[in-house]
């Protein structure tokens, strides 16, 4: 009977050591899987645009093009490890239109699997404020995630799906990023 209690713990521990997984939000929040609504519609692209030419060959006259700059930049700028299943995450948001973006909150889901239908493992959300013409805003925040969650992950062969929606005034954008972790 001694024996039993040891090989249940040997074995919570070797099932978390085998447990990698790294999140990636940009927003504090927290990880309670409440059921808040959250915002996922794209908005169409801005009104600005850049324009490209498309040179011709023989003497042809160029065509100009426009292709849509999107309202926002996000970028992951680094990812380190806070435990097995805990990642410490920085991320920038940028806002690459000619006017401001007022009410800026962000929403962040980690979902386990490809795709948004697997289980939500962590979710959280930022009022960021007004972001003028160019600006950026920069955080870090921490993305820990329980044991089952893990688990989810794991027996989605390691892939999480990453969807960051930004809701302004104006508009709402949504990135959709898979990475297996795992």
Not at 39 to 57: D, I, N
Not at 62 to 73: D, I, S
Not at 158 to 181: L, S
């Amino acid at each position: 009977m001694r024996g039993k209690p040891i090989i249940v713990i040997a074995l919570v521990i070797a099932l978390g050591a085998g447990l990698v997984v790294t999140g990636t939000d940009v927003l504090p929040g927290n990880d309670d899987g409440a059921a808040d609504p959250f915002p996922t519609e794209t908005a169409a692209p801005s009104a600005q645009e850049t324009t490209q030419v498309a040179s011709g060959s023989g003497g042809e006259t160029a065509t100009p093009t426009a292709t849509p700059t999107p309202p926002f930049g996000f970028t992951i700028e680094n990812i380190e490890e806070c435990g097995q299943t805990c990642r410490d995450v920085t991320s920038t948001l940028t806002n690459q239109q000619d006017t401001t973006a007022e009410d800026v909150v962000v929403y962040t889901r980690i979902f386990a699997g490809q795709g948004t239908d697997g289980d939500v493992v962590w979710r959280g959300d930022a009022g960021v404020g007004t972001l003028g013409p160019g600006q950026s805003y920069t955080t870090t925040r921490r993305v820990e995630l329980g044991f089952q969650d893990a688990l989810a992950v794991q027996n989605a062969d390691g892939w999480i799906t990453v969807q960051t929606t930004v809701e302004t005034a104006d508009q709402t954008v949504t990135f959709t990023d898979e990475r297996q972790v795992a």
